[in-house]
């Protein structure tokens, strides 16, 4: 990836998203609106695979951010990457979550306009951890206020308690969020976070009472039973054992998980609940309603003879009554009969073994849902702002968080997966709506002329589900609401009955012979967005109905447990009317949060799981396959593409792209649109793959782009070139006018001191000669008259003076190495003395020079000088050798065989090897060989092979040629039955090889330098002859005559 510096804020060096699209090839590219064949559904993940695969987990489609959770840490979080983001155009800087969340905030701030951020995806996608990070941005780089460091510290500390409570471990993620949460954060007209709002949607109140085998309850009650302190745990009942004593945490038998610290936990939310304004009372008494919910579970019944059922955990009971703040007589009967009203009468009957569990369960799950309600309100409250005053000044924006789970599709759905994917079908609405506003906004502001876009409207299925009267909603309330016996078969046949013409609703009687093997006997069908799911009706008027028993709603309105109290009110027990059901609930509640949402300008964030088992760098193509379709990724991008792939400003695409142009680089003068214009002529683009609207230029095609990105990658090593070439004469030019400015201002200043310096003598001269008078000048005067003349008294005088002018001379002047040759010229009368003296300063020099060298210096020098009486003048690749050291050897010890070291053993150590190319005596085949300089003998080596071994004593003479070829031959003689002639190598570094081996064996006399040709015994009797010419470049061939020629080129 390539960066530049722009000229914004502090000058940070950025990341412009176009830079790595000429590493398409490799990291995939950045937008998936660039994808060439953006209809496949393979170029998409294989786009994802190629960035999941080098580290980049994060890609967009237009301005829908697409995350791929790595299972690891990440180095792209710090503060120092969110200072990389603040400020940065969406486009100048790689994708990230970083760029998502500021651009939203930088809208915010300049628009006016409240936004929010949706966070969609399976369990496991890492949705929870992508609203972490979005906070964790906002409250490093938003500006403060005096009172704000605490709403930042509550904003962040509202996570880990929601988590506690909200999340647990499953089979597809150790920290599942079972709830949808929208968060909304208040910010002042300066941008600082003053407050904040949460909803909570659809918790999973099921858990409570029964988990799926692998998964656990809720986090809470293993951190309460893991770390809670012993005098705590002691006044709730609970004893720090293992989890599988309390019958709700032993469903899933999962009481531990390796990757999760239930100790640290509870640390963590302890801290958490006192940072956001829990007293202790408040502490106390919801840890005593967590604790009731695990009494609960261990609460048994039993049926006596007479058919009733009695409580046989009377323990158990008392701890409820204590922590409950309830009468625990009146808890037992509500927990063993129910209170039936009829035309005025109240009734008790008792319950049946069945029904006194289902009660049971019924009021954990209600105790703990209201439980969990109340926490957000508390934290609502917490984070609210309080400034009434500056509130009412209406200089407030929101931005608001969405983490919702994503579309679902198990192996059994139930009435929750319903929920879900009916809301992912409104979310998937609106995103079409808005998308296709926001593009048709964007088209009409640049005078872009808009085609209608053709896709599917899922507002069919929305009807569907919520239609009033005929929606299977309505239907399932009217169903509730029966007073026969209403079953789940009962519904589905209404169902069946109302809505078995739909086209996107099917059952196993409606379906045809092959569809209804594939759909159960209790199952309906529905064609949702991403795909078909069969939902299984068995608990759906159950969960729909959520309903808890009167008498028990009777007991818990009278607690002393000030919790419990808030979230049980008496008037829900003199309110006649029927409560709303949960499906009605959720479809108000989803309706509020459509009309939040449409008030907000939206951004997107879709989270992929890449694999189930959780680990990082694998990539598992039918999984992400499914989330892909599920998350309705492909219609968004067809829905995107349907316009236009790529769009800029003017300025942002002339600043990139001028350069392809003569008439635009290196600057453009002119209006903006018109250097646009004129550049895209330039590089023929087509009418139909582009359009120029007012202020961007909208590019239909990314091919079209791409082509010219990779004109740009071409032309930067010419640009390149032209910049360094115009800055280097520029720098040239500025330090040539610095330094003849210096030069003046040094040349004036000397000139006046050598003025002054010689008016000074000249006054001093005039001053002695006054001093000495005439007698004075007379001797020196006549002494320079008689200066050639033998010494007397009347020269003595000048003679002295000329003897000491010359020597503190030579004191100045003296040679400062022994190359320097200079030496001041002495009078006539000191030419001897001067003499002696240069040979005796010489002389020293040189006694010093000598004790400073190093041994290894002195070596490669007395090996220089021999190489040098040896081949200068005498062979042309001398001079290009003479400036390269001399190494110990060319082969280090591991690239000799260790068989042949031993073979040669300790007394015979390898001194010197090199690589040489050694050639037969009767064909000349060339045969790669290793040439080993022993203390005793010159060993020619295959591999493990000692081929020849030559000792020095043996060795008669070394030929080379005079020209520039690697060639030289070692003779040998004849008589020698063990040799078998000479050798004739060929070698990279023959100066230095020959050199070595001159000295090894003492043949320094030896060495014979051949202009022509040179001749070698092949055998006894038996001679060869290799011819040398000079050519163009080396060739070495057998001639028809015999002769090994060898054609090398003349080095000028």
């Not at 299972?71 to 990230?96: A, D």
């Not at 006539?828 to 001067?834: F, K, Y």
């Not at 060639?967 to 060929?986: E, N, R, Y």
Request: aromatic share 10%.
């Amino acid at each position: 990836m390539r960066y530049r510096r722009r000229e914004a804020g502090e000058g940070a060096v950025r990341l412009v998203m176009e830079s790595t699209l000429s590493a398409r090839d490799r990291v995939g590219v950045q937008d998936f609106l660039l994808l060439e064949n953006y209809n496949s559904e393979a170029a998409f993940i294989e786009n994802l695979r190629r960035r999941y695969r080098e580290g980049l987990i994060y890609t967009y489609i237009g301005s829908v951010l697409v995350s791929v959770n790595p299972y690891r840490e990440l180095e792209i979080y710090s503060k120092q990457n969110m200072e990389r983001h603040r400020g940065v155009h969406f486009y100048e800087i790689s994708p990230h979550i970083f760029a998502l969340a500021d651009n939203s905030y930088r809208a915010l701030r300049t628009e006016r306009r409240d936004q929010c951020i949706l966070i969609s995806g399976e369990s496991g996608a890492g949705k929870t951890e992508a609203s972490k990070k979005i906070l964790q941005y906002y409250t490093h780089i938003c500006p403060t206020r005096n009172n704000t460091h605490t709403i930042r510290e509550r904003l962040l500390q509202s996570n880990p308690i929601l988590e506690a409570f909200g999340n647990a471990k499953t089979l597809r993620n150790d920290n599942s969020s079972r709830f949808g949460k929208y968060m909304d954060i208040q910010f002042d007209y300066k941008g600082a976070p003053i407050g904040g709002h949460i909803l909570n949607y659809l918790l999973e109140k099921s858990r409570v009472a029964h988990q799926n085998h692998g998964e656990r309850n809720f986090h809470i009650f293993y951190q309460l039973l893991e770390g809670g302190e012993d005098s705590l745990l002691k006044r709730l009942g609970l004893e720090k054992t293992n989890p599988q004593h309390y019958h709700y945490l032993v469903k899933g038998n999962c009481p531990r998980v390796s990757a999760i610290s239930d100790k640290n936990g509870w640390k963590v939310v302890r801290n958490a609940l006192t940072i956001i304004g829990f007293n202790e009372d408040e502490i106390q008494e919801l840890m005593e309603i967590v604790a009731s919910v695990l009494h609960l579970g261990n609460t048994q019944f039993v049926e006596d003879e007479e058919g009733e059922t009695q409580v046989t955990t009377e323990p158990q009971l008392r701890y409820l009554s204590q922590l409950l703040g309830v009468d625990g007589s009146i808890l037992k009967e509500a927990l063993t009969h129910k209170k039936i009203v009829a035309k005025g009468e109240e009734m008790i009957s008792p319950f049946s073994l069945e029904q006194a569990l289902s009660a049971r369960d019924s009021l954990a799950k209600a105790t703990y849902g209201c439980t969990f309600t109340w926490l957000v309100q508390k934290i609502n409250q917490s984070l609210a702002f309080k400034d009434e005053v500056y509130y009412s000044s209406k200089c407030s924006s929101v931005i608001g968080l969405l983490d919702i789970y994503g579309f679902e599709v198990f192996q059994h759905n139930s009435f929750e997966q319903f929920c879900i994917n009916y809301c992912n079908e409104k979310l998937q609405q609106l995103f079409i709506e808005l998308t296709l506003k926001s593009d048709q906004e964007e088209y009409e502001a640049e005078g872009i002329v808009w085609e209608r876009v053709e896709y599917f409207n899922n507002k069919i299925i929305c009807d569907l589900v919520e239609e009033k009267h005929k929606g299977i909603i309505a239907i399932l309330d009217e169903e509730c609401l029966r007073p026969e016996d209403a079953s789940d078969i009962s519904f589905l046949e209404k169902l069946e009955d109302t809505l078995g013409t739909h086209a996107h609703f099917v059952t196993h009687k409606m379906a045809n012979g092959k569809i209804r093997k594939a759909i159960g006997q209790e199952e309906f069908r529905l064609v949702h967005y991403a795909g078909e799911v069969n939902y299984n009706v068995s608990g759906f008027l159950e969960k729909n109905n959520d309903l808890l028993y009167r008498h028990l709603k009777e007991v818990m309105c009278r607690s002393e447990n000030r919790i419990i109290s808030q979230c049980f009110h008496v008037d829900e027990l003199m309110d006649r009317r029927r409560p709303e059901t949960a499906a009605t609930q959720f479809k108000i509640s989803l309706a509020k949060l459509m009309e939040i949402l449409m008030s907000k300008e939206p951004a997107y964030i879709r989270c992929i799981k890449p694999n189930d088992a959780k680990q990082p760098g694998r990539f598992d193509e039918v999984l992400i396959r499914r989330q892909v379709k599920y998350l309705g990724l492909m219609e968004n991008l067809r829905v995107r593409r349907a316009g236009f792939a790529y769009r800029r400003n003017y300025k942002v695409f002339l600043e990139r792209y001028k350069s392809l142009c003569p008439d635009t680089w290196p600057n453009w003068h002119g209006k903006l649109s018109e250097g646009v214009a004129t550049l895209v002529k330039h590089l023929n683009y087509k009418p139909e793959e582009y359009k120029l609207g007012r202020s961007k230029i909208f590019i239909h095609f990314p091919r079209t782009l791409f082509l010219t990105e990779d004109a740009l990658e071409a032309r930067k090593q010419t640009i390149a070139i032209t910049l360094q070439t115009s800055w280097r004469g520029y720098s040239e030019r500025a330090k040539y006018h610095r330094i003849r400015q210096a030069v003046i201002v040094i040349q004036s200043w000397w000139r006046g001191v050598k003025g002054r310096r010689k008016a000074q003598c000249r006054r001093q001269a005039a001053n002695t000669i006054r001093k000495y008078e005439c007698v004075c000048v007379c001797r020196f005067i006549k002494g320079f008259i008689l200066r050639n003349e033998p010494r007397c008294l009347d020269n003595e005088y000048f003679l002295d003076h000329v003897r000491f002018s010359f020597l503190m001379k030579v004191k100045r002047n003296l040679p400062k190495s022994v190359l320097d040759k200079s030496w001041p010229r002495p009078p006539p009368s000191l030419t001897e003395a001067s003499e002696h003296l240069h040979r005796i300063c010489m002389h020293n020099l040189v006694n010093d020079y000598i004790t400073k060298i190093q041994p290894e210096w002195k070596k490669q020098l007395e090996q220089k000088v021999l190489a040098s009486a040896i081949f200068s003048g005498q062979k042309d690749c001398y001079p290009q050798s003479v400036p390269k050291l001399f190494v110990a050897t060319r082969l280090e010890t591991d690239e000799i065989n260790l068989k042949i070291l031993q073979t040669l053993g300790k007394d015979n150590k390898v001194k010197y090897g090199v690589d040489v190319i050694k050639y037969d005596r009767h064909g000349f085949r060339a045969r790669v060989r290793q040439l080993l300089l022993t203390t005793s003998a010159a060993v020619l080596v295959q591999e493990a092979k000692i081929k020849q071994c030559i000792d020095y004593s043996a060795l008669l003479g070394i030929s080379v040629s005079s020209l520039s070829d690697g060639f030289f031959v070692l003779h040998i003689p004849t008589a020698d039955s063990k040799q078998k002639g000479d050798l004739v190598l060929q070698c990279d570094h023959v100066i230095e090889t020959v050199t070595k081996l001159a000295i090894m064996a003492d043949k320094i006399h030896n060495i014979n330098i051949s202009q022509d040709r040179i001749r070698f015994a092949i055998a006894r009797g038996k001679e060869g002859v290799i011819d040398f010419t000079c050519g163009s470049d080396l060739r070495v061939i057998k001639t028809k005559n015999g002769h090994l020629s060898v054609t090398t080129p003349r080095i000028s």
